[in-house]
């Protein structure tokens, strides 16, 4: 049974950082493209970023990028850094794993697998 676990939520002070980490049983995945979505209360779920599975360059969504760093871990994780949160970035952050065509790489139906979420409040 394929299982994924958000882990690393929490609640943080404006500009601060939290770091997410995704972990996976029943799949490795290194064999999978890895993105992270996030939904704020009373929107829809949104792309964040992605690490591609052949280790290409991570792609992020412009309003994160340059605070926001997905990593791969040598122990099959696949981490998110958040640095200098903003009270908007406040939302449930779910990670997801599957092959995407690019068509399909920022939307929830380009994957098969994705873990319960992690809650991620900024606020002062």
């Known amino acids: 049974q394929v299982q994924l676990v958000d882990a690393g939520g929490g609640l943080v002070q404006p500009g601060g950082s939290l770091r997410l980490s995704c972990v996976a049983s029943?799949?490795?995945?290194?064999?999978?493209?890895v993105a992270w979505f996030r939904q704020a209360p009373g929107k829809e779920r949104e792309f964040v970023c992605i690490?591609?599975?052949?280790?290409?360059?991570p792609f992020y969504v412009d309003s994160v990028k340059g605070r926001f760093f997905i990593s791969r871990g040598v122990d099959g994780a696949v981490h998110l850094q958040m640095d200098n949160l903003k009270p908007e970035d406040t939302a449930v952050y779910y990670c997801?794993?599957?092959?995407?065509?690019?068509?399909?790489?920022?939307?929830?139906?380009?994957?098969?697998?994705w873990g319960q979420g992690a809650q991620v409040t900024v606020s002062s």
């Open positions: 690490s591609g599975r052949n280790g290409g360059s």
């Open positions: 997801a794993a599957g092959r995407p065509i690019i068509p399909t790489m920022a939307t929830t139906s380009g994957y098969s697998y």
């Open positions: 029943g799949v490795t995945l290194s064999a999978y493209a």
